[in-house]
């Protein structure tokens, strides 16, 4: 899901929420674009306030709209807005991904090069192959993948967490336990 597909539109009326608030837990989609839409800019602010240094706002923006999305299963129209209820939700997963969402450095791991041409394409293919056998030999085949998603692909911390339904927790764990260790390694082999 990408942020910048939700075009700014009015806020809900009370009514309009206890309308479209069954419907978008049915699973009508008009619905939940309906009400995606209009609390997307609460969330780009949220987002845009929450920034912080190595983080981009486009991450924090997505990890916000994934939490909207979220909320809408739950949200019961009786109990509070729409706004106060996705803005709570979307704060949280923001400010987590924020604190925490920030890449780790590996300039050492980047394998593949940019420019990428037929003559180097096997070479890069291979050296990124044996590179993920490497993470799963030391880490284990799931601690490879986020890894590989992290650092080989260039994915961010919410596409990781998208692509392999992890948790946060979970990527920064297996950062956290493996970043210096694959320091350490790459320090001893390039000494």
Avoid at 99 to 118: H, Q, R
Wanted: overall charge neutral; proline content about 5%.
């Amino acid at each position: 899901m990408q942020f910048n597909m939700y075009q700014a539109v009015p806020p809900l009326t009370q009514e309009q929420e206890e309308e479209l608030a069954p419907l978008a837990r049915a699973g009508d989609p008009a619905a939940q674009d309906r009400m995606i839409r209009s609390v997307a800019p609460l969330v780009q602010s949220l987002a845009a306030r929450a920034c912080r240094a190595g983080v981009e706002v486009g991450d924090l923006v997505q990890a916000g709209m994934i939490s909207v999305w979220r909320a809408l299963r739950s949200y019961d129209p009786t109990r509070s807005r729409w706004s106060s209820w996705a803005g709570r939700h979307a704060k949280f997963d923001i400010l987590h991904a924020a604190e925490n969402g920030a890449p780790i450095g590996l300039s050492l791991l980047d394998v593949a090069a940019p420019d990428v041409d037929e003559e180097n394409a096997a070479s890069n293919e291979q050296a990124g192959a044996a590179v993920r056998t490497a993470l799963s030999v030391m880490f284990g085949d799931h601690a490879a993948q986020i890894l590989t998603c992290r650092f080989l692909e260039g994915l961010s911390a919410t596409q990781t967490a998208l692509r392999l339904r992890v948790s946060w927790r979970t990527i920064r764990d297996v950062e956290a336990r493996a970043i210096p260790r694959l320091r350490a390694v790459l320090s001893r082999a390039t000494a």
